[in-house]
T-cell receptor, first 111, second 116 residues
Framework: GEDVEQSLFLSVREGDSSVINCTYT??????LYWYKQEPGAGLQLLTY?????DMKQDQRLTVLLNKKDKHLSLRIADTQTGDSAIYFC???????????FGQGTELSVKP | EAGVAQSPRYKIIEKRQSVAFWCNPI?????LYWYQQILGQGPKLLIQ????????DSQLPKDRFSAERLKGVDSTLKIQPAKLEDSAVYLC??????????????FGPGTRLLVL
């Protein structure tokens, strides 16, 4: 079945760049999303990319998509302590609808 | 624009009791989703509504879970009777198709359920 995998933890220093990686199995996924979850909160949409794109930039966020390898990454430039959270990658199929989520990457930013 | 509203935010019940969660989607959003997020995992879809019709309930444990979306706006999710393994965060999301195939989902704050 459909599956999305992420590494579980990432630790960086404040001011460095963070790169969170994700792989997915469903080659028919048309949209791929990144959500952020802070403790005790719901999911906040950060950005998304359509499968016919290979890069999207939005302020400090850069999304790279390698469709051949089914690999997605989220780069956060100049990472701040406020970026500490769990980041979820999610894939959406051709017909829209449900999102298949990875298990989340916990980003820890040290001052 | 107001976001997705959910209540209650927290609920503690004993096993075999029943519980209900409420969701009010973003105004104008036709599609509503309920996800279950167990601690340490990503959310998993329980049920998807388009207006007041069910689109996908294949992962909903129908022997104990039920959901409705009367009038195509608010929705309730019920568990009866609850089991220990139902302890999780229940997230509601809504979407309005912007372009064909892309349905960006916006999430509410979630209801945290603890079953003792």
């Amino acid at each position: 079945g459909e599956d999305v995998e992420q590494s579980l933890f990432l630790s960086v220093r404040e001011g460095d760049s963070s790169v969170i990686n994700c792989t997915y199995t469903d080659s028919s996924s048309t949209y791929l999303y990144w959500y952020k979850q802070e403790p005790g909160a719901g999911l906040q949409l950060l950005t998304y990319i359509f499968s016919n794109m290979d890069m999207k930039q939005d302020q400090r966020l850069t999304v790279l998509l390698n469709k051949k390898d089914k690999h997605l990454s989220l780069r956060i430039a100049d990472t701040q302590t406020g970026d500490s959270a769990i980041y979820f990658c999610a894939a959406q199929g051709r017909q829209g609808g449900k999102l298949i989520f990875g298990q989340g990457t916990e980003l820890s930013v040290k001052p | 624009e107001a976001g997705v509203a959910q209540s209650p935010r927290y609920k503690i019940i004993e096993k075999r009791q029943s519980v209900a969660f409420w969701c009010n989607p973003i105004s104008g959003h036709a599609t509503l989703y309920w996800y279950q997020q167990i601690l340490g995992q990503g959310p998993k879809l329980l049920i998807q509504f388009q207006n007041n019709g069910v689109v996908d309930d294949s992962q909903l444990p129908k022997d104990r879970f039920s959901a409705e979306r009367l009038k195509g706006v608010d929705s309730t999710l019920k568990i009866q009777p609850a089991k220990l393994e139902d302890s999780a965060v229940y997230l509601c999301a809504s979407s309005r198709p912007v372009t064909a195939g892309e349905e960006t989902q916006y999430f509410g704050p979630g209801t945290r359920l603890l079953v003792l």
